[in-house]
């Protein structure tokens, strides 16, 4: 069962479940990409609803101030689990079974293969994948299922990182716009040789703030 909570810190006030209404309106409501929209109104029954008005403090043209939006994903919604042992580095990792994350979301793909990507990554975002096992001899190749619709001037690194999101990548490649968010090219770029189990962070840089990439999936080779 699906369902829609509106909450005001923390508290949820509303809620929505997916049986109240017909499947067909679940579905419109629900089964896409959403935006936020921050709207500031004035008139129409806003201001006698508190009070009364509007009066001489009622005045036109004053901006709203937003600190910041942040979107975030929790467990279940059709993301992959994480694995329970560890992440064979030459295998498939999909990006959408991430232990964890700042600033992604997870839709369903397009691409050859099906299932999820990880989206509406932007500059500061990261994915985290612990218990990924290089073995050895040393892996020195890193490669990614990668889509952008990142407008033109618009992109960004696609960095790996080792054991901390502090640390220097290890490898990145940059990415600007492939024709679409589900237009998927595999990108490699060299990575710094790496042998033993890490936990291995994906981290997204870009000198712009709009989202610039989409990633299905990724994995190294020696
Ligand atoms: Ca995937």
Known sequence: MEEIRFSLDGNTFHTVRENQVDATTWSNATDHG??????VAMGGGFPDAFGGGPDAGTQPGHSMLVDYVQVLTSGGGGTTPPPTGNRDAYGTI????????????TETTSDSGG????GALANGDWLQFKGVNFGSPAARQFSARV??????GVSGLVEVR???????????????NTGGWQS??????????????HDVYLTFTSGQP????NVNWFTFGR
């Not at 299932?115 to 990880?118: L, M, S």
Request: charged content about 10%.
């Open 115 to 118: 299932g999820q990507n990880v």
């Open 184 to 197: 998927w090219r595999t990108v490699p770029a060299n990575i710094a040789s790496v042998t033993g189990t």
């Open 210 to 213: 709009q989202d610039f990439v």
């Open 34 to 39: 959403f935006f936020v929209i921050l709207n």
């Open 147 to 152: 889509a952008s619709g990142a407008p033109a």
């Open 162 to 176: 080792l054991d901390s999101r502090g640390n220097a990548p290890i490898g990145s490649f940059s990415v600007g």
């Open 94 to 105: 999909q990006a959408e079974s991430f232990d964890g994350q700042s600033g992604t979301m």
